[in-house]
């Protein structure tokens, strides 16, 4: 695709930007969907989202996918991300199928492939209260039983989505050493000794506590090949970090376009404040860093599609860097354009800067991601 779309990119983009102002267009349709903003996943309009085929966008057509890149899901994730579309379980499920297609056995990829796109959410679950950053040192356990079964002891945290999942893609530990020993495995929804606790945060109702107390399951629960969940973990991470960075590229969009229109209708002095240069400076600044993302995580997108099968580490890590530290700034020099009306409620600047501030933590913090870019010089 490069940095320009196809006619068919630019046709999508436009139904799904469509749909986004006609369901979600003004702020009574938003909080009506998300009980006011606490719930960024609403079940309903998700059912809609599915009726158009747009969840299957990168999934493959034999699962009933639409078959595109990961260029086409970038451009839905900053699609529904800019139209704040509440629609929250969609990058977790996407990330979480993109593992399933790659290392799944057939049946699974049947169940679960299929699933997503007809609106199952997937949640995937590696935090832990003593793992965040150093995720290889997780100690959630996965012991074989004599029948061949497993058995599952240990705690995740942070989980997104869990709580409206299907079903929960666990890494859990298997073997000996750090990354060495472990393993990913299905774990469906309702299983008996998995329990869920949501996290409160500024965010609303997104994150969870997942306790695994005696859970059994299945030889063939197994997702890929024992002791190597590590190795599997990372042939996603071009998805996570690309999708991440796409969907924050839809927030600073937004979060631009709103302070624009607020700075050309808010008055003092007898003009607009958008006329003052200190801020016309700060509009032609973000302006020029939304250019720079959008063309990073295009091109990323690009190269990726063009090698699925090649790992972009030091491209996937600087694309979700360079969006979520611009998402921030954007929402934060948002707020202080809107003066005291970007703090209010009242306007979704506040929203999207909740939203904005913990991209830089999840998903591989921006230290890490910087850490990875450093190592890819040989430092
Ligand atoms: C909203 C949200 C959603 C999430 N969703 C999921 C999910 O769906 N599934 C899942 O498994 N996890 C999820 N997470 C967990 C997330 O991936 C971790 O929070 C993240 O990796 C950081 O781990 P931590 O919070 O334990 O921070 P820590 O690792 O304790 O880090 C604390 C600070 O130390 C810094 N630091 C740590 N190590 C280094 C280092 N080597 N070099 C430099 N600085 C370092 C960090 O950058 C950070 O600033 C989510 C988290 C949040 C907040």
Not at 342 to 360: F, I, K, N, P, Q
Request: hydrophobic fraction near 40%; glycine fraction near 12%; proline fraction near 3%.
């Amino acid at each position: 695709m490069g940095t320009r779309l196809t006619p068919e990119q630019t046709d999508f983009v436009a139904a799904v930007r469509d749909f986004a102002k006609r369901e979600c267009g003004t702020r009574d349709q938003r909080d009506a969907l998300t009980g006011s903003g606490r719930e960024p996943h609403s079940a309903e309009l998700y059912a809609r989202l599915a009726d158009f085929g747009w969840l299957g966008v990168c999934l493959p057509e034999e699962y009933g996918g639409a078959g595109g890149g990961l260029a086409d899901a970038c451009l839905f994730l900053e699609e529904t991300s800019y139209g704040m579309v509440p629609a929250g379980g969609f990058v977790t499920t996407v990330i979480t199928a993109k593992a399933y297609e790659r290392f799944g056995t057939e049946r699974q990829k049947a169940e679960v492939l299929a699933g997503a796109v007809r609106g199952a959410v997937l949640a995937i679950a590696m935090s832990e209260p003593a793992a965040g950053s150093d995720v290889g040192a997780l100690s959630c356990r996965a012991r074989r039983g004599p029948d061949g079964d497993w058995l599952i002891d240990g705690q995740k945290t942070w989980i997104s989505n869990a709580h409206v999942a299907d079903s929960i893609l666990l890494v859990a530990r298997t073997g000996g050493a750090k990354h060495a020993g472990l393993t990913m495995f299905h774990v469906p929804a309702g299983t008996p000794g998995v329990e869920i606790r949501g996290i409160e945060t500024m965010g609303g109702r997104e994150v969870n506590d997942v306790f695994f107390s005696g859970v059994r399951l299945p030889a063939d629960a197994v997702v890929g090949e024992v002791d190597n969940g590590w190795r599997q973990l990372m042939a996603g991470l071009n998805y996570e970090r690309l999708f991440l960075a796409a969907t924050m590229l839809g927030l600073t969009r937004r979060a631009f376009d709103d302070a624009v229109a607020y700075v050309r209708e808010r008055e003092q002095f007898g003009r607009p404040v958008g006329s003052f240069q200190a801020l016309r400076h700060r509009i032609a600044d973000l302006a020029t860093e939304i250019e720079c993302t959008r063309l990073l995580v295009r091109e990323v997108a690009a190269d990726c599609d063009a090698e699925p099968d090649r790992l972009f580490p030091r491209e996937a890590s600087m694309a979700k860097l360079k969006a979520t530290e611009t998402a921030k700034r954007a929402a934060l020099e948002g707020m202080q354009m809107m003066g005291g009306y970007g703090y209010a409620t009242e306007y979704d600047m506040e929203r999207h800067l909740r939203a904005a501030v913990v991209s830089t933590v999840y998903g591989g913090t921006s230290e890490i991601q910087r850490d990875v870019i450093g190592k890819s010089y040989g430092f």
